[in-house]
């Protein structure tokens, strides 16, 4: 049965394109018959199973899809081949492009931009800041290239995620931390400050990573670690345990494990 129909309210894009208002025809889940909904381009959009919904000014173009219970609402956007399904919602400013797939009970929102092929399922959350090119013109996705949200990872700020980075369990990425080229991100782990991480590393546990800090190349970071500063770490450094590194440099095939004072 049919849950929606497309109404006579015509919007035209800065592109020349036009999406059409939609409404309700009969209640399902929170939504109640003739309640007016947002914009698709075509009706693929949005189906007609499940209880999934497009709210309020919300847009899905192109050959996007929102299935399952999810929900696009606000002013959110999503275009190309992307698609939210299961319990996903999509809200705010939030916009996701290309192949972007969101699953399980995830909650993309703020002004974050995802693009190519990123996945952000189960409980994850994310809540980034627009960044733009040097000019100041052009938007940045904040989450890029295949990259993976999971668990109940958070991240937020203007963060910078690319090439094949995963984030998981209760990891947490604000401010304007820089993860890419495989990294991984998993524990309770808390990245922040101006940090970059990649190049194969991996951090785990409790540790914290903030400052300046940069850590490439098979690197490990276990444990209750904070790195603080303008820490450099680098070519399969290993450091474990509990307590604080500022301004260190570790380079090579180097083990440090670190004892609270």
């Known amino acids: 049965m049919l849950k929606y129909k497309v109404q006579k309210q015509v919007y035209q894009l800065p592109d020349g394109r036009y999406v059409y208002r939609i409404k309700a025809l009969r209640d399902f889940g929170t939504v109640?018959?003739?309640?007016?909904?947002?914009?698709?381009?075509?009706?693929?959009?949005?189906?007609?199973?499940?209880?999934?919904?497009?709210?309020?000014?919300?847009?899905?173009?192109?050959?996007?899809?929102?299935?399952?219970?999810?929900?696009?609402?606000?002013?959110?956007?999503?275009?190309?081949?992307?698609?939210?399904?299961?319990?996903?919602?999509v809200q705010d400013d939030a916009q996701l492009q290309d192949s972007v797939l969101g699953y399980g009970n995830a909650i993309i929102g703020a002004q974050s931009l995802l693009a190519d092929a990123v996945t952000v399922r189960d409980n994850a959350m994310v809540f980034c800041q627009s960044r733009f090119s040097v000019s100041g013109k052009t938007r940045i996705p904040n989450l890029r290239g295949n990259v993976m949200i999971r668990?109940?990872?958070?991240?937020?700020?203007?963060?910078?995620?690319?090439?094949?980075?995963?984030?998981?369990?209760?990891?947490?990425?604000?401010?304007?931390?820089?993860?890419?080229?495989?990294?991984?991100?998993?524990?309770?782990?808390?990245?922040?400050?101006?940090?970059?991480?990649?190049?194969?590393?991996?951090?785990?546990n409790d540790t914290r990573i903030a400052g300046s800090t940069k850590i490439f190349g098979r690197v490990l970071v276990v444990g209750k670690v904070s790195?603080?500063?303008?820490?450099?770490?680098?070519?399969?450094?290993?450091?474990?345990?509990?307590?604080?590194?500022?301004?260190?440099?570790?380079?090579?095939?180097?083990?440090?494990?670190?004892?609270?004072?």
């Open 227 to 261: 790195i603080l500063g303008k820490s450099y770490l680098t070519c399969c450094a290993y450091v474990c345990g509990q307590g604080i590194l500022h301004n260190v440099v570790l380079s090579g095939d180097v083990y440090r494990r670190v004892s609270a004072r």
């Open 32 to 89: 109640k018959k003739d309640t007016v909904g947002g914009f698709i381009e075509v009706e693929d959009n949005l189906s007609h199973d499940g209880l999934c919904w497009i709210a309020d000014d919300a847009m899905a173009l192109d050959k996007s899809r929102v299935a399952g219970d999810a929900l696009l609402r606000d002013r959110a956007k999503i275009s190309g081949r992307a698609c939210v399904t299961d319990q996903c919602t």
């Open 151 to 204: 668990d109940n990872a958070k991240l937020e700020g203007s963060i910078s995620v690319r090439d094949n980075v995963t984030v998981g369990d209760d990891a947490i990425v604000r401010d304007h931390a820089r993860l890419l080229e495989r990294a991984y991100i998993g524990g309770n782990t808390v990245v922040e400050g101006r940090t970059t991480i990649g190049e194969d590393a991996a951090i785990l």
